[in-house]
């Protein structure tokens, strides 16, 4: 619903697709049980990575989503990267002991002067996380809109974790 508002507004609109790194060994190694209570306080603290007015969901199995209202490419990609390190910060108690984890990210975004059908933008930024863990794990991908791409030279030097991060066109 936010994405198709922001699309009729011609609002920029980010979207990222956050997976869990290796979460199948967590629930095939510790149980499912230890497996919801990572999912649990994976959720917590992508909400405490983003802004008040961000939605963040669970998307299926171990992926999440965040839309972000009137958000620019570059605040996307840095969003993504801080809820990288957020999520990596320390490790999650559970009842089998503290477990580290990780997580991928695939970014897109629209600029905010074109309509981008919400299945687009969420198609993209699956793209994305599909290209973010086909890389490596504990990486951020950007896949830009059409017209947003144009906006990829001027965050390569903004970044100072750029080696984390991948730009797709």
């Not at 059409?146 to 991060?165: G, N």
């Amino acid at each position: 619903m936010e994405l198709a508002r922001e699309a009729r507004d011609l609002s920029p609109v980010g979207v990222l697709m956050i997976d869990l790194d290796s979460f199948k060994e967590v629930n095939d190694t510790y149980g499912h049980l230890i497996g919801d209570q990572i999912l649990s306080e994976f959720a917590n603290r992508l909400n405490e990575s983003v802004r008040a007015y961000d939605l963040v969901g669970r998307y299926g199995g171990d992926e999440f989503m965040i839309v972000l209202p009137k958000c620019s490419i570059e605040q996307a990609i840095n969003l993504a990267n801080r809820v990288v390190d957020h999520i990596e910060a320390y490790p999650i108690e559970t009842d089998a002991g503290p477990l580290e984890i990780s997580a991928s990210v695939g970014v897109t975004a629209t600029a905010g002067d074109e309509h981008v059908q919400q299945d687009l933008l969420i198609s993209r930024a699956d793209q994305a996380l599909y290209q973010a863990k086909k890389n490596t794990q504990k990486r951020v991908a950007f896949l830009p809109s059409s017209h947003s791409a144009r906006y990829t030279d001027k965050i390569h030097p903004w970044f100072s974790r750029l080696v984390q991060t991948t730009f797709l066109t």
